[in-house]
């Protein structure tokens, strides 16, 4: 099966790219509201879309997408999609300051609730996937066993007014941006979960800061993984700058990409300045990165730091950004 690489963006559509090539192969409209948030099935068989009030399932066997199941009725915006590894199970979180837990093969059933204290901006899902990391715009970061047992996290240091703006985990490796242009980077270690059939489940979590250091000005938006070992990681900003990182030396990044100085050279032709705020990136295989800025996709060779290739068709800003490969 050929990798998927989807973006939608505030002119209410969603597309679907060719990664060889860069064309447009499938649109379909979402006019409903924005879409905040995407992720790809690890089937490849349905796009998740957290929006205003709602959560869509598209079956994208077939187009246009039906949907395959939904919820019309959550309140405010739905931030966060995610899928856990049989894609059984649907992650969302949002500015009801709730997480859920949907089966979407059971007409999208509402399994579990997790209450925190703001609006959720992030969260990710431990190997065991029997626990959750959350982050909210309060500054706290929760740690949930879906089994009911959860504790709010301590020793990450944030500043009054500093939250977690997205976090990751790959193995025993945790890496988080803030809205001050921070990253965190942590270990995570001495996980020890009861058996489920026990009367009391018990998740003991540590987590161990090793390094805080301010890498953007402003805000810091995402971070994602290099697939594999959890050693090469990529953050993204409002500034138009993507940093390539090796977790074992953050003296400096590996990799610069400047978003900004590539808008500024086709500025003069389009008569227009595009948006840098990078909204999302993504791995594609082996040292290429993709990244969504203002109204299109870029994917970069993160060795010689330029441009492979430009995806354009959204005519407005692009918002979310989904990939997945096979």
Not at 60 to 84: G, H, L, Q
């Amino acid at each position: 099966m050929q990798p998927l690489l989807v973006s939608a963006g505030y002119d209410q559509t969603v597309r679907f790219w060719d990664l060889s090539n860069g064309c447009n192969v499938e649109t379909f409209v979402h006019a409903d509201s924005q879409i905040n948030s995407m992720a790809i099935s690890p089937s490849g068989h349905h796009l998740a879309v957290g929006g205003y009030h709602h959560i869509r399932l598209y079956d994208i066997r077939t187009f246009p997408p039906p949907i395959a199941s939904n919820c019309e009725t959550v309140p405010k915006n739905v931030t966060v999609t995610a899928f856990d590894e049989t894609g059984q199970f649907l992650f969302t979180g949002g500015e009801d300051f709730r997480v859920k837990v949907w089966d979407h093969r059971n007409n999208m059933q509402c399994k579990f609730i997790f209450q925190v204290n703001a609006a959720v901006t992030s969260l990710t899902l431990h190997p065991s996937q029997l626990i959750m990391f959350v982050a909210d715009v309060s500054g706290f970061l929760y740690v949930w066993d879906m089994r009911k047992v959860s504790e709010v996290l301590t020793g990450i240091d944030l500043e009054l007014g500093e939250y977690l703006t997205h976090i990751e985990i790959n193995g025993e490796t945790f890496i988080g941006v803030t809205n001050k242009g921070k990253l965190v980077l942590c270990s995570v270690n001495n996980i020890h979960i009861e058996p489920i059939e026990k009367t009391v489940v018990v998740s003991l979590i540590k987590i161990n800061l090793l390094n805080k250091k301010s890498i953007y000005p402003r805000y810091g938006l995402k971070c994602h993984f290099k697939k594999g070992d959890g050693r090469y990681f990529a953050t993204t900003s409002d500034n138009g700058i993507v940093y390539h990182w090796d977790s074992q030396n953050l003296a400096q990044p590996v990799s610069i990409l400047d978003i900004a100085s590539e808008v500024a050279k086709t500025a003069p032709t389009t008569g227009k300045m595009e948006a840098i705020w990078t909204w999302d990136c993504a791995y594609i295989g082996g040292n290429q990165l993709i990244t969504a800025s203002g109204t299109q996709l870029r994917l970069w060779d993160l060795d010689t730091q330029k441009v492979l290739r430009n995806y354009r068709g959204h005519s407005k800003t692009i918002t979310a950004m989904a990939f997945k490969t096979f």
